[in-house]
């Protein structure tokens, strides 16, 4: 129990950066409970009473945005459990991969439950045909079995680069979204609750046997996947320059193909240009974000050739330049062949492609800006320029967009990419590689 | 007399029909200080791994405190602290974070101990592992492993990223608790000079199989250096000897199995006595394995 206490504990406390995520999404929730318990409700339709509307606003969504932050807060719930969970220590402490498990599930069962709690209070509040009694439990295992589809799509997004990041990417913003259009319907367990619920079977038999099975049979298994392995078709180098190689940036088709098929469903699921537009902001950040590791893999260029921090700072910025291009040029090309399909408004097409163009070269940018890992400065803007992006999204995506407020945005949005350009070219020029080690976090952060 | 720790019977251990251990037994009782010693690929690793129960025998079984290692009781792990090769700390986690949850596990916890070695290793417990070096990683590992004060502790090359000062004062803890009687360690190291001054007993591993087992003041009496003064060529080769120099008038010998029949023996061989030198723990291996 003791060891189970802890392992939630660290969950939530690893870093600075978690601990401040887990204060403030406790604080939001606190205080959005207080406000739906102790305000006079806002009756729909009714106007507001006693209150103003930007206090009607905070408080509406104060628990939402806390459930977020808790989630977020423990976002390296993957990273430590796999950590543990791979290692051979575990097999000789106590107790230690039922405790594992335990931890791991109560922690999705405690946001899961925060979230019941929020919905019920929060349908006290904005009184609808949902009854809230009906709703605690359906929330609880709707939100219990998206978590584990969010923290698998979490550590996909810390372990891997190219497509796994985009599938990762693609899981949270899924992963979101998802509960909100489920818990609404009247009646029946919802597919994404039995995903969830096969995907934690899976995860508690791999976690309990998976190490022993690994240790049995590992090496007796390991001739014939090597002699399979052997026997695929072996990727090969075809293009690119020698720069690519370290910058992992070889093959930009993969990463362009990789973007269409998530888009197109996204274009079939989600037919309102409002989400739809939102999705593929999200993903042309997600495609420019590679570049968060740039920085320490630099380092065997500037040993190799003769260039100065400077030249090398602009040989990886173009290097990007052309390897981005291509998954932006096909989220451009998707955006106005599906947009026109869908039967979005011309002004939307016209709006929409600078901000897809300046939501890539943007988080391009800020992605150079980390020389020194993740700190609490980059996960800020992070978070800025992404609030701006869904800002940006939300108010394109309008049935009749404001274009002035659009212009402003994406002026916005052009000034901060401008400011990251010149804050990733001054770091690069001091570029330190003893402190830009490319950790877990800074991994997660790209 | 207390019931050894671990008892190994017929062990063999084999990867993709590949056999890495042939016919091992042996045993570990309270108060044992074990060196394991043999080449890379010697089967060191997977020795000890079969000790602590990571993988099946393939033939034999192994005992650690009377139950099967594989199917290890939560009551016996409490009582083994294991060191691995590379470390396995939790990157994210400051020392003292990482201190904390390992000791969540143990009902058991020397307090007092860890302070001391926190101490003496300089381990700062504020900074996140990741940003350690590897030495100071590797301290940190032999302090979790240390902590709950396992009755019977397994190093798998423990200080090989220590620097001389910390190895010294691992190797102080470790003789500090093999002084307790009823505490055993068991440790596979290259540095052989840290196994000569720690180990009471010792194991050599060469092709798969334990090539030495024993005290090591018996393997010090078993292994030894001769000189023979020779007048004209041998006419037979030296018994038991694992690597024989020859000279005009002069021959040196490492021969196992030493003793006063042996030297009787060589003696009629050369026609004259021979002149004996203790050898240390590396001469020995690496005669061994010459």
């Known amino acids: 129990m003791r060891a189970v206490l802890r392992l939630i504990w660290t969950y939530f406390t690893a870093t600075p950066l978690t601990r401040g995520l887990a204060a403030l999404g406790f604080l939001c929730m606190a205080c959005g409970m207080v406000g739906y318990l102790y305000y006079p409700p806002w009756t729909l339709g009714n106007g507001m009473r006693n209150m103003a509307l930007w206090l009607q606003a905070v408080l509406t969504l104060a628990p939402w945005l806390g459930l977020v932050l808790l989630f977020f807060a423990s976002s390296l719930l993957p990273a430590i459990v796999e950590r543990l969970a791979l290692g051979r220590t575990i097999l000789v402490l106590p107790g230690a991969r039922v405790a594992l498990l335990v931890s791991a599930v109560a922690t999705a069962a405690l946001i899961a439950t925060l979230t019941a709690l929020t919905g019920v209070f929060a349908l006290y509040y904005y009184p609808t045909a949902i009854k809230p009694e009906n709703v605690f439990g359906r929330t609880l295992l709707v939100v219990f079995s998206d978590i584990s589809v969010m923290y698998v799509a979490l550590w996909i997004v810390g372990k891997t680069r190219g497509i796994w990041l985009l599938i990762g990417s693609l899981l949270i913003a899924l992963g979101i979204f998802t509960p909100l259009g489920v818990i609404g319907r009247p009646s029946g367990v919802p597919a994404v609750a039995w995903v969830g619920i096969a995907g934690w079977l899976a995860f508690a038999l791999l976690l309990l046997f998976g190490s022993r099975v690994k240790q049995t049979f590992g090496r007796s298994l390991g001739g014939p996947v090597r002699r399979a392995r052997r026997a695929l078709p072996r990727p090969a180098y075809a293009s690119g320059a020698e720069i690519d190689l370290p910058l992992g940036t070889t093959q930009p088709w993969l990463v362009a193909l990789g973007q269409a098929l998530p888009i197109v469903a996204a274009a079939l699921l989600f037919r309102q240009p409002i989400v739809w537009l939102l999705f593929l902001a999200l993903l042309s950040a997600v495609a420019g974000a590679i570049t968060s590791t740039a920085a320490a893999r630099s380092r065997v260029l500037w040993l190799r050739h003769g260039w100065t921090r400077a030249e090398l700072f602009r040989r990886v910025e173009t290097a990007y330049w052309r390897y981005n291009g291509y998954p932006l040029g096909v989220l451009l090309l998707l955006y106005v062949a599906i947009g026109s399909y869908l039967g979005i408004s011309t002004p939307q097409l016209a709006f929409g492609v600078p901000l897809l163009a300046l939501g890539s070269v943007a988080s391009l940018y800020l992605g150079l800006t980390i020389t020194r890992g993740l700190t609490w400065f980059e996960a800020a803007l992070g978070i800025a320029t992404m609030g701006l992006l869904i800002l940006t999204a939300v108010t394109i995506g309008d049935k009749a967009p404001s274009r002035a407020t659009v212009i402003e945005l994406e002026l916005a949005l052009l000034a901060l990419t401008v400011t990251y350009r010149t804050l990733a070219s001054a770091r690069w020029n001091a570029l330190d590689w003893m402190a830009c080690r490319n950790g877990p976090a800074t991994r997660t952060a790209g | ?290």
């Open chain 2, 1 to 290: 007399m207390q019931h050894p720790y671990v008892v190994a019977r017929e062990l063999t251990k084999a990867f993709d029909a590949k056999p890495v251990l042939h016919d091992v037994s042996f045993e570990v009782r309270p108060g044992d200080v074990i060196g394991v010693l043999g080449k890379n690929g010697a089967g060191k690793t997977t020795l000890l791994e079969l000790v602590l129960g990571f993988t099946p025998a393939s033939r034999g079984r192994v005992e650690v405190f009377g139950h099967e290692s594989y199917r290890l009781p939560g009551a016996a792990k409490a009582r083994v602290g294991f060191v691995p090769q590379q470390d396995e700390l939790v990157n994210q986690l400051t020392a003292g974070d990482q201190l904390k949850l390992i000791r969540s596990f143990y009902a058991t916890w020397d307090d007092a101990l860890v302070a001391r070695l926190i101490d003496v290793w300089d381990i700062e417990l504020g900074e996140r592992v990741k940003n350690m070096s590897v030495g100071q990683r590797q301290k940190l590992s032999i302090l979790l492993a240390l902590g709950h004060r396992p009755d019977l502790l397994i190093l798998d090359e423990p200080v090989a990223s220590l620097d001389p000062l910390a190895r010294r004062h691992f190797l102080e803890q470790i003789v500090e608790i093999a002084a307790d009687g009823n505490r055993s360690v068991v440790l596979s190291s290259h540095i052989v000079s840290d196994i000569e001054r720690l180990a009471n007993r010792i194991w050599i591993l060469k092709d798969g199989r334990l090539h030495w087992q024993g005290d090591f003041d018996d393997l010090r009496d078993s292994v030894v250096r001769v000189h023979l003064r020779i007048a004209q060529p041998l006419r037979a080769q030296i018994p038991n000897a694992l690597t024989v120099d020859l000279g005009r008038s002069h021959a040196t010998a490492v021969v196992h199995g030493w003793s006063a029949e042996l030297e009787a023996e060589i003696a009629e061989l050369t026609g004259t006595t021979p002149e004996v030198e203790g050898l240390t723990l590396e001469d020995i291996f690496l005669a061994m394995h010459r």
